[in-house]
């Protein structure tokens, strides 16, 4: 099994201080947010290679802060993928880096695990990774308990097995505070449909939009995240994780 860290965003809402740091590498709660998400992957049993895919800018940044993890731990083996851009002018999207990423490294021999570098987790998602196998895509939901804070991701409803019915992204009008969030996990057998989804010109950016196209095609499951997950946007929700997070620093 491999896994995709999705970190060639530029963050222009947090300029200045994600014009010199790319936003994953940027700290909360003493330690850089990448490591948060790795925190989270760090259980999965047979996870074998860690692969993040970035940006031009920022590729030799997380180069280096990849062979400093390295040295303290020997846990995973990384792979910085750089997918040439320079800015939000010539970025790929996240699903251009997803489709970019396994072409370039040859991923579709094993299931792979996607999450945005940004995303923290307060508790392991181990058992995001075992439910996975068992669907040919699973998506992570969590309550983000706001209709209008539910407005920034998705409306799904699920059906009494945690099967995705219906999937809007960015819905103006959200049927509920449950929302899908940017940790999917990929069977290898799945692979191909993202191939479909870009031959077919549909839109690069924001990972939920090749859900809401690939529920229509095959199975999406859904696995509730347990504890707490953070996104952060602005230096506003930067501040906030800072200091929900100090809780759970190890």
Sequence with gaps: MNALILAAGYATRLYPLTLAKAKPLLEVAGKPMIEWVLDGLAPIPDLDAIHVVTNNKFANDFRAWADAYSRRSSRFAFKIINDGSTGDDDKKGAIGDIHFAIHREHLYANDLIVVAGDNLFSESVEGFAAAGKDAPATVAVYDVGDLELAKKY??????????????????????????????????????PFIDQYIAEGNNP?????????????????TWRVPGIWFDIGGPESLAEADQIFAQFAK
């Excluded at 950016?205 to 499951?221: A, K, N, S």
Aim: glycine share 4%; hydrophobic share 30%; net charge positive.
């Design 205 to 221: 950016d924001q990972p939920g939009r090749l859900i809401e196209w690939l529920h229509h095609r095959t199975e999406v499951r």
């Design 154 to 191: 998705n409306s799904i409803s699920v059906d009494p097995r945690g099967r995705i019915t219906k999937f809007v992204e960015k819905s103006p009008e959200p049927e509920s505070t449950l929302s899908a969030i940017a940790l999917y996990y990929y069977r290898r057998d799945t692979l």
